[in-house]
């Protein structure tokens, strides 16, 4: 049985032991096992025993991401829920996240939270003003936001010395992704929205309101374009700011305007060198309202979802290399979930936002360790793994890359690794960021060993 999981705490990671076997020389970077070729794409796909046969074809995927919908209890059904929300409904939905926290709170200045400080974030939840029952209101997001654990921009943390990991950062969404607008703030800048994949506070600028029919029929218009980079940007434009120089992150399905005039010119620019795009946007009034947009046919974008190959995986993932860790999403990047769920999305296919929910989900095959399940017979399994395969600890998820010698590669998102040198010292390398490790040396505290405390591995493809 799969023990309960806390929240996604992909700071947990460690090192390794005088157990298994290390490199003699650490290189000068002091990451443990890692050359630089290593750090290349290519260099596993190189390596990779098929890697240009398909894992899953469009269908497989489509089952894969119907048995998600409806067996995975963490996703939303937007469109089926009912014209008007009670508010028991929208009550629960915000009572589950906004939780008055009880451990003490830092500022960014290492000043602690005050008592007067909480009690004004928790009042602009405003629960009491939820109506007995309101009509269900649909919306767009017109630009990267975050979600928020309250409607507040405080940055709060665990202790005086941490300043990094923002303990009201939930997630973000991208643009064009569908939301319900299920209540706002008492200061009317928030919104409580609920995407198919989290529920949480997002500004309301962030947010433009429209019919149900308007905002699902968006998110299913073709032809359209997938970001395929880690990032994409629309032209600058003076005549429409809102869509000036948008940021698009990788898995964002955008419509192409498929019948506009090859002469005619764009927000004022000739678009043959670009594709024709339609993007949402917000008015004066809250309302949503479309309008073309140019994004350069040098960004890095498919006219459909990727083909799922194990090649395709291995230089999609090494598209964030590097790139810095933000939990839950912030500093515009993303955190261990948010980057094997950005890459798996770029083929179309769907998973949960959080770590505890990927590990578990009933959509997924998997294998399930317990605490009796040995070295040995984990260490076996860790041996046939196959490029994509994700592990699972409590709070942190990483996507194998290949095989080298008996050791599993991984590339995670994380904030650092410990391991064990040849003189048995234990070193810790802060990272903070999208990085290449081995598996083997990595350990959990000084004495376990990671691989022990792999509670599930995440199989996206067929047994």
């Not at 309101?209 to 968006?218: M, P, R």
């Not at 810790?428 to 290449?436: C, D, E, H, M, P």
Request: aromatic residues 10%.
């Amino acid at each position: 049985m799969i023990r309960s999981l806390a929240l996604s705490f992909c700071w947990l990671l460690a090192a390794c032991t005088t157990a298994v076997q290390t490199p003699s020389n650490i290189p000068a970077h002091g990451v443990v096992g890692i050359s630089e070729a290593q750090l290349n794409a290519q260099y596993w796909v190189k390596r990779a025993p098929r890697a240009n046969s398909t894992v899953l074809d469009e269908g497989a995927i489509a089952a894969q991401n119907e048995r998600l919908a409806k067996n995975d209890p963490t996703v939303y059904a937007l469109e089926s829920l009912p014209s008007d929300l009670s508010a028991q409904q929208v009550t629960e939905w915000i009572e589950k996240l906004s939780v008055r926290p009880d451990n003490p709170l830092f500022d960014e200045r290492g000043r602690p939270i005050s008592a007067t400080q909480l009690d004004g974030v928790v009042q602009n939840v405003a629960v009491a003003s939820i109506p007995v029952s309101q009509r269900t209101r649909y919306g767009l997001v017109v630009h990267r936001a975050a979600l928020r654990t309250f409607p507040t921009e405080l940055r709060v943390f665990r202790t005086a010395d941490d300043t990094d990991i923002d303990r009201f950062q939930e997630s973000a969404l991208f643009p064009g992704t569908p939301v319900v607008i299920a209540h706002t703030s008492a200061d009317s800048q928030w919104f409580f929205v609920v995407s198919r994949y989290y529920a949480a506070w997002i500004e309301r600028r962030f947010v433009a309101e429209g019919s149900a029919q308007e905002v699902f029929d968006y998110a299913k218009k073709s032809p359209y374009v997938i970001v395929t980079g880690a990032t994409a940007r629309t032209v600058y434009t003076r005549e429409r700011p809102e869509l000036s120089e948008l940021q698009l992150d990788m898995s964002t399905r955008v419509p192409l305007v498929a019948d506009w005039p090859a002469d005619r010119p764009v927000n004022g620019q000739h678009p043959y060198t670009a594709y024709v795009v339609e993007l949402p946007w917000r008015d004066a009034n809250g309302a949503l309202r479309f309008s073309p947009a140019l994004l350069p046919k040098t960004a890095d974008v498919s006219t459909d979802y990727l083909e799922l190959t194990q090649a395709n995986l291995l230089k999609q993932s090494f598209k964030f290399l590097g790139e810095r860790y933000g939990w839950g999403h912030a500093y515009n990047a993303r955190d261990c979930s948010g980057f094997v769920s950005d890459v798996y999305r770029s083929f179309g296919l769907q998973m949960p936002r959080n770590t505890r929910d990927q590990g578990v989900s009933p959509a997924f095959e998997k294998i399930t360790f317990t605490q009796n399940d040995s070295y040995e017979s984990r260490l076996a399994v860790m041996r046939r793994l196959q490029v994509g395969d994700l592990l699972y600890i409590p709070g942190h998820v990483m996507m194998v890359i290949g095989n080298e010698r008996g050791t599993p590669y991984i590339i995670h998102d994380t904030t650092g690794i410990n391991y064990r040198d040849d003189d048995g010292e234990l070193r810790r390398v802060s990272l903070n960021g999208v990085s290449v490790t081995p598996l083997l040396p990595l350990l959990l505290g000084e004495d376990q060993r990671l691989i022990e405390r792999i509670y599930s591995v995440v199989m996206m493809r067929k047994r």
